[in-house]
């Protein structure tokens, strides 16, 4: 396949991903939809029939709810394996599109050199992170959240940030911008992941000081305030040290071998160290004064604030005024 083709099938599987993706959200909105059917009501159900009706039709009230809410809870099984699998497979075209996206370029090279590919990038790898930890952390209850937001943040990137194919400048080509670059996407991943179960617990534990939650509802099916806090410590604390290798080792060697200088104040680079400390500062007081639950959230909120601030922030707000211009 030529450059030119490689270009159009990357502009091709990422508008099939993004129907996949929407498919995928659909699924599971139906699948939650049919969770708060299947809750038994027999404690309310009203009487069917009269005391003087036949045998066979003489159902408990309590039989034919439950009975309603298993056939409820089958179905929503069902559209949750569906929504996994849709989600496999816009995983796959997601992959497919940034694949291509960088066997486009003349020559081949990292898809990852402007602010278009690397948001491309950035969410799939939000995607294979929640693959991946789909059953060892029991994800089911986020689906929602990350097929909506990988399709929004790739509407957002189709629409607003695409740019044409080019070759890299001279500053990105180095072996160092996939060293930095992959650190950077796997810890910004995780991060996303880990924020996402921060929302959800600052989400749950309002709902729930405003009184008992409604039977079947997503909140009342989340896995509970402990385990949400459990699941964003932990994938924090592994993107942390993938974060400051990225920006703190990989990001001021790179800076060296194409500025000459390891450090430069660059709005990036400072932006990249405010996040380092927020996240040092969430994780040493985790350690140290046992925060938990509410207040760890909202540092781990405005760590992620910073991250993409830095990302997409720093571009449209300071421009020219970055050296890291050339990645918008």
Same mark, same amino acid.
């Given at each position: 396949?030529?450059?030119? !083709? ?5 502009? !091709? ?31 309310? $159900? /009203? ?10 039709? !003489?159902?408990? /009230? ?24 849709? &989600? ?8 497919? #599109? ?30 294979? #992170?929640?693959?991946?930890?789909? +059953? ?28 044409? *194919? ?11 911008? *996939?060293?930095? *670059? *992959? ?6 991943? %995780?991060? &996303?992941?880990?924020?996402? %179960? ?53 990001? /001021?060697?790179? %800076? ?11 709005? +990036? ?10 996240? $040092? ?5 985790? #350690?140290?004064?046992?925060? +938990? ?33 050339? $990645?918008?």
């Amino acid at each position: 396949m030529s450059h030119d !083709q490689f270009a159009v099938l990357s502009n !091709q599987a990422v508008a099939a991903a993004g129907v996949v993706y929407f498919l995928a959200v659909l699924a599971h909105l139906w699948q939650w939809a049919l969770l708060r059917r299947a809750v038994p009501v027999a404690a309310t $159900a /009203p009487a069917l029939v009269g005391a003087g009706a036949p045998a066979h039709e !003489q159902a408990a /009230p309590d039989e034919v709810a439950i009975g309603a809410a298993e056939d409820a809870a089958d179905r929503a099984d069902m559209f949750g394996r569906i929504g996994v699998a849709l &989600t496999v497979v816009a995983v796959a075209l997601h992959a497919v #599109a940034d694949v291509s996206r960088g066997l486009a370029a003349d020559p081949a090279r990292v898809p990852w050199g402007n602010m278009y590919e690397f948001t491309m990038t950035a969410t799939l790898m939000v995607g294979i #992170a929640y693959l991946v930890l789909y +059953k060892r952390l029991g994800l089911d209850w986020l689906a929602p959240v990350v097929t909506s937001f990988i399709l929004v943040t790739l509407m957002v990137d189709v629409l607003l940030l695409y740019s044409p *194919v080019v070759p890299l400048r001279d500053a990105l080509d180095s072996y160092w911008l *996939v060293i930095h *670059v *992959v650190a950077a996407i796997i810890a910004t991943g %995780a991060f &996303t992941i880990g924020g996402m %179960a921060s929302v959800l617990y600052l989400v749950l534990e309002w709902r729930q000081r405003r009184g008992p939650l409604t039977p079947g509802s997503y909140l009342a099916r989340l896995p509970g305030l402990d385990a949400l806090d459990r699941i964003a410590y932990r994938t924090q604390a592994f993107a942390f040290p993938v974060w400051t290798f990225a920006a703190l080792i990989a990001g /001021p060697i790179w %800076a060296q071998h194409a500025w000459g200088s390891y450090w430069n104040w660059d709005p +990036k680079e400072v932006w990249a160290f405010i996040t380092w400390v927020v996240y $040092a500062a969430y994780l040493h007081a985790r #350690a140290t004064a046992g925060w +938990k639950g509410r207040a760890a959230a909202i540092v781990a909120l405005v760590g992620l604030a910073t991250l993409w601030f830095n990302f997409v922030g720093i571009n449209f707000f300071f421009g020219s005024g970055s050296m890291h211009s050339y $990645a918008q």
